[in-house]
C-alpha cells in the first residue's frame, strides 16, 4: 500500500444534474484526502489533450462534445485530486466499469450513468486508471499551486520579476 494521487473529474452531465454532492459523499468512502478541486470550463484544446489517447476511436467526436458539456448545453466538470494509500484502486472501485450498464448498481457509474443512442458512455465520473495517468492529468488540469501536497517535483520559473510555480 503505496500513497498516491488519482484524479476525479465529475463531468458536465453530473454537474447538470446536481449529482456532485452525492458523487463526493461516494468518494468520501474511500477516506482519502482532498489535495486540489476546482469547477472549470473545458476547451476544446484542453478536452483534446485530456483524451489524446483515444483520438482514432470513431466515438472521439462526440467524447469531445461531451467532455466540453455541448451534449447537456452546460460546459462545468469538477476536477479533483484525491490522495492516500491505493488512491486509483479505492477511487475506480467506488466509481465502477467504464460501461455504465457493466458497472455495479451501487457504484457511481452504476447508479448514475448511461449509455446514450449513439453508443457513448455518458458516465459521469473520470478515474485516472494509473499513477503514469494520474501525473499526466494532474500536470494537465492544475497548475502546481492548485494542490496542496506537492505530489511531484516542481521548479520556480521566472519572467521579467515575475515567478511563479509550475511543472517540471
Known amino acids: 500500500m503505496k500513497e498516491e494521487a488519482v484524479v476525479v473529474i465529475i463531468k458536465p452531465d453530473g454537474l ?3 449529482l456532485t454532492g452525492n458523487i463526493l459523499t461516494r468518494l468520501s468512502e474511500s477516506k482519502l484526502k482532498i489535495i486540489g478541486a476546482k469547477v472549470i470550463k473545458v476547451s476544446l484544446e484542453l478536452a ?6 483515444l483520438k482514432e476511436k470513431r466515438f472521439y467526436p462526440e467524447l469531445i462534445k461531451y467532455i466540453t458539456g455541448k451534449l447537456h448545453g452546460d460546459n ?4 479533483l485530486v484525491y490522495w492516500g494509500k491505493d ?3 479505492k477511487v ?5 466499469a467504464t460501461n455504465p450498464e457493466e458497472a455495479s448498481p451501487v ?11 449513439t453508443g457513448l458512455f455518458e458516465n459521469v465520473v473520470h478515474a485516472s486508471s494509473s499513477q503514469e495517468e494520474a ?23 521566472g ?6 510555480k509550475v511543472w517540471k
Open 16 to 18: 447538470k444534474k446536481s
Open 48 to 53: 483534446g489533450q485530456h483524451y489524446h489517447h
Open 76 to 79: 462545468r466538470v469538477m476536477v
Open 87 to 89: 488512491a486509483i484502486v
Open 92 to 96: 475506480r472501485d467506488l466509481a465502477g
Open 107 to 117: 457504484s457511481i457509474r452504476g447508479a448514475y450513468g448511461r449509455i446514450l443512442t
Open 135 to 157: 501525473e499526466r492529468e494532474i500536470k494537465l488540469w492544475f497548475e502546481p499551486e492548485e494542490v496542496v501536497y506537492e505530489v511531484y517535483p516542481t521548479k520556480i520559473s
Open 159 to 164: 519572467v521579467e520579476q515575475e515567478t511563479r
